[in-house]
């Protein structure tokens, strides 16, 4: 395994950024709708806190996958209904 930081002195990051900053900025862009929205329906999804791990520890998949199929996992509160 390399741990030698010099590495990363010898990158040149003039030609990398245009291409990385994109990527970084739809990721961030994406993981602060997926927060967002997370942050105001937790009371309505089921497992909200497991969708939450896995909007901020799956970089790219995390919010898609909370925004695609997390949104629609509705929480069945059976306490509310009155019979």
Do not use: C
């Amino acid at each position: 395994m390399n741990t030698d930081i010099t590495a990363l002195l010898e990158i040149d990051w003039a030609k990398i950024l245009p291409f990385a900053l994109p990527i970084i900025f739809f990721n961030l862009l994406l993981i602060g709708v997926a927060l967002y929205d997370w942050f105001k329906r937790k009371d309505r999804i089921a497992a909200p806190y497991a969708w939450l791990a896995a909007i901020l520890l799956f970089q790219s998949l995390g919010p898609i996958l909370y925004l695609v199929i997390g949104r629609k996992v509705i929480r069945h509160d059976y306490s509310r209904e009155t019979s």
